[in-house]
């Protein structure tokens, strides 16, 4: 009679655990990526709530102050920093049509891992040597908001 051997041998065994391992590896390196892919959307949305406040607040502002007073040197001025995030917001207004202002304003935030995110690569608000990386010379940010703002 014949014996029937049962069970894996011990190839088979590791060409299993090679397969597992290079699996796991593959699952988690994916749950780090969405795990910082989520922090970045987190924060996308606060830095884009923090934006839109900022525009809510220079909406209540009298309108024929607001060229003068959201302008580089002015008070408050065209430079705002978060509050939730470690970041500065910067307000652009095109007032060359006095019944109609364009805002622009742009945020941008170092995340926790340190990375940067919008031109403001050293988070000052202003426009350095070697930030405006897409040459239209405003920084640009991935929280950008531009309106139009009439008088009422």
């Not at 202003?126 to 950008?144: H, I, N, Y």
Request: aromatic share 6%; proline share 2%; glycine share 10%.
């Amino acid at each position: 009679m014949k014996k029937l051997k049962a069970g894996f041998t011990l190839v088979e065994l590791l060409i299993v655990v090679a397969m597992l391992a290079v699996v796991i590896t593959g699952m988690i390196k994916l749950f780090i990526y969405t795990s910082v892919l989520a922090e970045i959307s987190g924060n996308k949305t606060v830095a884009v709530g923090e934006a839109q406040d900022m525009l809510e607040a220079i909406r209540e502002h009298n309108y024929d102050d607001i060229a003068v007073d959201y302008a580089s040197g002015g008070t408050p001025g065209n430079i705002f920093a978060l509050d939730e995030l470690n970041g500065k917001g910067v307000i652009y207004i095109d007032n060359s049509n006095p019944e109609l202002l364009i805002l622009k304003v742009v945020v941008s935030w170092r995340n926790k891992y340190g990375r940067i995110i919008g031109e403001d690569a050293n988070l000052n608000g202003d426009l350095d040597a070697g930030e405006d990386l897409d040459g239209d010379t405003d920084l640009s940010s991935p929280a950008t908001l531009i309106t139009m703002l009439t008088r009422r």
